[in-house]
């Protein structure tokens, strides 16, 4: 018998399918660490190009939110990538900014 630490557990094994459930846990926990971590880079590059292009366009983030039909608070969560806004939200918000949306998703990738 060993033990083995993993990520968020402490594991004991015992058998040779100790080791593969053991394995399967830790595969699968780094898996959706990086899922997360693409989501999060993902999220903060949309919201600098947010700011980004509001800035170019000289609008204060009440403008825009006007502009696009959301609360102002709505566009700061966006900026500070604490919101994932639906697809919906984005063609709203490309129109607010009056850029496609290539243009606003412009070095996004998953």
């Given at each position: 018998?060993?033990?083995c ?11 040779p ?7 399967s846990v830790v595969?699968l926990?780094?898996f ?5 971590m ?19 366009r000289d609008l204060s983030?009440?403008e825009?939110?006007?502009l696009a039909?959301f609360?102002r608070?709505y566009?700061s969560?966006l ?14 918000l ?9 243009e ?5 990738e998953?």
């Amino acid at each position: 018998m060993s033990n083995c630490h993993g990520m968020y557990s402490y594991f004991t094994i015992d058998t040779p399918s100790d080791i593969c459930d053991t394995l399967s846990v830790v595969i699968l926990s780094a898996f959706m660490y990086d899922l997360k971590m693409e989501k999060k880079i993902a999220l903060e590059k949309l919201a600098q190009n947010i700011r980004r292009i509001r800035l170019e366009r000289d609008l204060s983030q009440e403008e825009l939110s006007a502009l696009a039909g959301f609360d102002r608070t709505y566009i700061s969560l966006l900026e500070r990538a604490k919101r994932n806004p639906s697809f919906y939200n984005l063609v709203k918000l490309s129109k607010g900014l009056n850029v496609s949306l290539s243009e606003l998703l412009k070095e996004v990738e998953v």
